[in-house]
């Protein structure tokens, strides 16, 4: 039987801070677990700023990045940041973890490879456990870290080699869309995977991230959270780029969407009314978003809960942000969540 679904709020880190903080204690008050954020620093304010007042704003959430990359910091210097951010806080942090697309890509750089984003994996997991690790031939270890921990690293992914990769070495898996199709095709990878490995794959935390917003005026919505079908589009370019319209690795549910994408401004990234994201068709919002009233919403994660999903994570760019945190409080939260 399903267990209870815990709840994040995923947000972006516009100036001024203060708005970040409002929002991350408003979802702690309505039983929202996880505060996660952007990790784009030239699009937005440094996420790791936010995170030492999110956690000093807050009394239980846990944070971390939705998603960073082994890019755009040195691997130690993330692993010194959540080190510090738990030695003084406890231990109230968690990394989600991608190759990198709007922080490289608009610095002029390219994701990183499936071997360094690993490798970086291991360097930091063992840097903020204490351990002393091989940073690239050098014996490094954080000598002020006298209790360290396991940092939990949830993998970001869309294609088989990442989703293999998840299964490998990842505590959790983060599918940032809420198509259940496409869910249990990427989550059957995901656990093939960590059998193969030897890994126990229910021993994996499964998130599902993905806009809501709750309401009635299902064309406002739509209008609303088109823009996170060109988010999604970046990373589909590339896996067809590389995989070209092979079903067994690109299902038709995620490709077939894109054939209409003409170009794509990181200038609008994750933001409402995104002028590069009029390819997104309806159908397209209502597979990948969650939306309508709160009925629709509990039914939804209902389904994507009995296949696996323990963790929901909430996209909140739109323009109703406090009354879709406060509709998951009074409403969906309860009907899902930890009793």
């Not at 294609?159 to 259940?180: E, H, K, N, S, Y």
């Not at 397209?284 to 709160?294: A, E, Q, Y």
Request: charged share 20%; net charge negative.
């Amino acid at each position: 039987m399903s267990g209870p679904l815990s709840f994040g709020v995923v947000l972006q880190t516009d100036p001024p801070l203060s708005r970040v903080l409002e929002l991350a204690k408003r979802a702690e008050a309505n039983g929202f677990s996880h505060g996660w954020t952007f990790d784009s620093h030239v699009l937005w304010q440094e996420a790791f700023v936010a995170y030492t007042l999110m956690l000093a704003a807050t009394q239980r959430m846990i944070v971390g990045p939705m998603v960073s990359n082994p890019g755009t910091r040195d691997w130690t210097v993330l692993a010194s940041m959540f080190a510090t951010l738990d030695q003084h806080f406890g231990p109230r942090t968690i990394c989600g973890m991608g190759r990198g697309d709007s922080a490289l890509r608009v610095i002029g750089r390219t994701p990183r490879s499936l071997a360094d984003t690993e490798e970086a994996i291991g360097v930091i997991r063992g840097l903020v456990a204490g351990d002393e690790v091989d940073y690239r031939g050098t014996p490094v270890r954080l000598a002020w870290v006298t209790e360290g921990r396991h940092l939990p690293v949830w993998m970001a992914a869309y294609g088989p080699r990442m989703l293999d990769m998840t299964g490998r070495v990842a505590d959790g898996f983060i599918l940032q869309l809420a198509d259940p199709q496409i869910l249990a095709w990427t989550l059957d990878t995901v656990r093939t995977a960590a059998s193969d490995a030897g890994r126990d794959p229910d021993s994996l935390s499964v998130a599902v991230v993905a806009p809501a917003y709750v309401g009635d005026d299902l064309a406002h919505q739509r209008d609303q959270l088109r823009w996170f079908g060109g988010m999604v589009g970046n990373h589909v370019v590339d896996l067809v780029d590389r995989y070209g319209e092979d079903e067994a690795k690109v299902p038709a549910a995620l490709s077939v969407y894109i054939k209409a994408r003409r170009a794509y401004d990181y200038r609008h990234h994750g933001k409402a009314g995104s002028p590069t994201t009029d390819f997104v068709t309806d159908e397209v919002v209502d597979r990948f978003c969650v939306l309508g009233p709160v009925d629709n919403h509990i039914a939804r994660l209902q389904e994507l809960r009995d296949l696996g999903v323990d963790h929901f994570g909430v996209y909140l760019m739109h323009d109703d942000q406090e009354g879709t945190l406060d509709a998951y409080g009074s409403s969906i939260i309860p009907a899902l969540g930890p009793q």
